[in-house]
């Protein structure tokens, strides 16, 4: 992202908006990186890894904006 990684737009919303931090779902093809894997669970987020499918992208969300 020219902006910022996603873990950068992560860390800026969840200092702005804390709450928000539970909602992230992220997606990724590298989600077999042990450094990925390591901050997604760290930080509680969805991942969902490329190629994924529509209803894959459905069902993180789904959960991400349940608890």
């Given at each position: 992202?020219?902006?910022?990684?996603?873990?950068?737009i992560?860390?800026?919303?969840?200092?702005?908006?804390?709450?928000?931090?539970?909602?992230?779902?992220?997606?990724?093809?590298?989600?077999?990186?042990?450094?990925?894997?390591?901050?997604?669970?760290?930080?509680?987020?969805?991942?969902?890894?490329?190629?994924?499918?529509?209803?894959e992208?459905?069902?993180?969300?789904?959960?991400?904006?349940?608890?």
């Amino acid at each position: 992202m020219p902006q910022g990684s996603g873990r950068d737009i992560y860390r800026a919303a969840a200092l702005k908006e804390p709450r928000l931090a539970s909602r992230f779902v992220f997606t990724t093809g590298d989600g077999m990186s042990e450094e990925t894997l390591r901050f997604v669970r760290e930080t509680g987020s969805q991942m969902v890894a490329k190629p994924c499918t529509l209803g894959e992208i459905e069902a993180a969300i789904a959960r991400a904006t349940r608890g």
